[in-house]
């Protein structure tokens, strides 16, 4: 286990940024956050979305208050714990995306944006930084400690301590992020609507929710929603992947979908329902499993700052709702309406259930308790138990030599993955 990270700061002043895509209770977060630092004197800004400002300070001159950030007050903070939205916005930009190995730290060109926000930062003369985000906003967060760990002896240095944020709860070092049952009650409620529109024409919804890297939103979804059928990149293994040749020289491959029977296992659960039946369903799908299509499927398809392929460019539930329309016809003769469904962006502001906003508040007093109770550095605020607080080290949480985070999968066969097998319809494999 690694060591914990300690400072001897006096926080006076701290620096709250929120970034990547939105989460409901995220205003729990920011507000519980800012209100535990201000019942002690001390002055909290609200760095306006995320680093898009900080990542371009020197040429773009002073942080303009109003602006760029916010002073929160008392007042500011009145009702803000179960609002919705982001009080202090968001964005994707990625300050450290040109550092991908602890050597880059040392070339003044690749950490140049990394160098700008952490000058925009001092410029507030902040103690501490809270950054609230996803995995891609915990590696900028560890490079930003690890960027301070390299200045000279008598340089301003100030802690940062990581909120996890992902409603695709993928997220290692914590069970459930806050967020994740809103938002997958929010596509329950969807899904709940599209079975009776599906039993009223004799139709298939097929649903692409979101979740790049693991499945536990399309999961969750399915399973309070009632879908006939739920599948993520988790499934795509066995029977259901192949290799694809990606480099002709070196002969690398990657895994991808065996579309064939990926799309076959759809129709077999369309058949088992009309055995029993029901001439209608929905499916659920993981919008990750885009990355496993075969080439010729993501042609032109550009990527963002983080490498990750513009998912949304791709559209997976219309390629696959086209294929299984197809499919089924060629297997039985018969048509069967497959409306291609993209599912997602509305959950991600939706008012925030009450444990989510627990679990948001809890998060947002851990930071306050790992800056100044624990004096601590480098680590991620985790909740698990009663809310039991836990202070994750930076360094179990990111890949030392690539600066990478690791993801936390369903794994299969676990309970919770064997829990949707047991609900959605049986197929005979």
């Known amino acids: 286990m690694a060591e914990l990270a300690h400072h001897n700061l006096d926080i006076k002043r701290v620096a709250i940024l929120f970034a990547g895509g939105p989460a409901p209770a995220a205003n729990a977060v920011i507000s519980t956050a800012a209100f535990s630092f201000l019942e002690e004197g001390a002055q909290v800004f609200g760095i306006k979305h995320g680093y898009s400002r900080l990542a371009e300070y020197t040429a773009a001159g002073p942080l303009q208050e109003g602006t760029d ?43 140049a ?19 609230i985000g996803g995995d891609d906003t915990l590696k900028t967060a560890n490079k930003l400690k690890m960027f301070q760990d390299n200045l000279p002896g008598d340089a301003r240095r100030f802690p940062v301590v990581h909120l996890p944020k992902t409603i695709d709860n993928d997220y290692s070092g914590i069970d459930f992020t806050f967020g994740f049952f809103t938002a997958v009650e929010t596509l329950a409620e969807e899904i709940r609507n599209l079975n009776y529109d599906a039993a009223a024409g004799r139709a298939y919804f097929l649903c692409e929710a979101m979740g790049r890297s693991a499945g536990w939103l399309a999961y969750g979804a399915a399973i309070a929603g009632e879908a006939s059928m739920v599948l993520s990149v988790e499934d795509i293994t066995g029977a259901l992947a192949d290799e694809e040749v990606v480099n002709q020289e070196t002969g690398e491959t990657r895994k991808i979908m065996a579309m064939d029977r990926v799309i076959d296992r759809m129709v077999d659960m369309m058949l088992a329902r009309e055995r029993e039946g029901r001439q209608y369903g929905t499916i659920v799908i993981a919008e990750g499993m885009a990355e496993y299509l075969p080439a010729k499927y993501l042609e032109g398809v550009t990527r963002d700052d983080h490498g990750h392929i513009n998912i949304s460019l791709v559209n ?40 989510d906003v627990m679990l948001g508040s809890q998060l947002g007093v851990g930071a306050y308790r790992a800056l100044v109770e624990e004096k601590l550095n480098g680590v991620m605020v985790s909740v698990s138990g009663q809310f039991d607080l836990h202070f994750v080290p930076f360094e179990e949480l990111v890949d030392p030599q690539t600066l990478v985070t690791k993801v936390r999968f369903i794994e299969q066969n676990s309970d919770f993955h064997r829990l949707a097998r047991f609900l959605e319809t049986c197929v005979d494999n």
Do not use: W
């Open 316 to 355: 997976l539930s219309a390629v696959m709702s086209r294929l299984l329309d197809a499919r089924y016809n060629e297997r039985t003769g018969r048509t069967r309406k497959v409306n291609g469904l993209q599912m997602g962006y509305e959950s991600r502001c939706a008012p925030p259930h009450a444990y």
């Open 69 to 111: 950030y916010i002073r929160f007050t008392h007042d500011s903070l009145t009702h803000a714990r179960s609002s919705r939205g982001i009080m202090i916005g968001t964005a994707r930009t990625n300050p450290g995306k040109h550092v991908s190995s602890p050597e880059h730290l040392k070339d003044p060109e690749l950490v």
């Open 113 to 131: 944006p990394l160098r700008r926000v952490y000058e925009g930062l001092c410029s507030l003369e902040v103690d501490a930084l809270i950054s």
